[in-house]
């Protein structure tokens, strides 16, 4: 089967940094993007990693390593409004993504 | 630019009534793709369609129809609502090529 696994719920402070793992077992592999869910309202893209390494923009970076099938969200200087669900997914063969479960980010002042 | 409209953005069915939802997007997009978002399980593909004419299944395609005969069009039919369809449904397109999908508002559908 195919699997994405991040942790449900991440809690930090104001102007900290958090990481929000992604660990994935996907039967092909093109791609790993991160989205960005406030309650109540649709998913925006954040970013996408198609080869090893670090990308970033602005406050969040994003990293993948395709030989251990993991990926991270890194966000800088949090703020209240980063409190959200961050979801990784994995583009896999045929044009399909899938997604994990999500990740619950709240931040504390 | 209106992006990626859907409607209606809340309806309630009874058991094996039909009924459509529309998604529509002014980008020109190729790309466009339907998904269920059910509490603690993020988002599951139900259909994609790469370009007019052109759909595929994904992870959950039971009981949901689809087609694109236009390029800005892609409606979704349940055939016979379940409350197992109980849902948050989001429509979603990009370019080909590129990874960034973008989502609809999103249509809360609760089958009683």
């Known amino acids: 089967g195919q699997s994405l696994e991040q942790p449900s719920e991440v809690t930090a402070v104001e102007g900290a940094i958090v990481q929000i793992n992604c660990t994935y077992q996907t039967s092909g592999f093109y791609g790993l993007s991160w989205y960005q869910q406030h309650d109540g309202g649709a998913p925006t893209f954040l970013s996408y990693n198609a080869l090893d390494g670090l990308e970033e923009t602005g406050r969040f970076s994003s990293f993948l390593s395709r030989s251990d099938s993991y990926g991270y969200l890194l966000l800088q200087e949090l703020q209240m409004k980063d409190s959200a669900s961050y979801f990784c997914a994995v583009k896999t063969g045929g044009f399909k993504t899938i997604f994990g479960a999500g990740t619950r980010l709240f931040v504390k002042a | 630019n209106a992006g990626v409209t859907q409607t209606p953005k809340f309806q309630v069915l009874k058991t094996g009534q039909s009924m459509t939802l529309q998604c529509a997007q002014d980008?020109?997009?190729?790309?466009m793709s339907w998904y269920r978002q059910d509490p603690g399980m993020g988002l599951r593909l139900i259909h994609y369609?790469?370009?007019?004419?052109?759909?595929d299944q994904g992870e959950v395609p039971n009981g949901y129809n689809v087609s694109r005969s236009t390029t800005e069009d892609f409606p979704l039919r349940l055939l016979s609502a379940a409350p197992s369809q109980t849902s948050v449904y989001f429509c979603?397109?990009?370019?080909?090529?590129?990874?960034?999908?973008?989502f609809g508002p999103g249509t809360r559908l609760l089958v009683l």
């Open positions: 980008m020109n997009h190729e790309y």
């Open positions: 979603a397109s990009s370019y080909s090529g590129q990874e960034t999908q973008y």
């Open positions: 369609s790469v370009g007019a004419g052109i759909t």
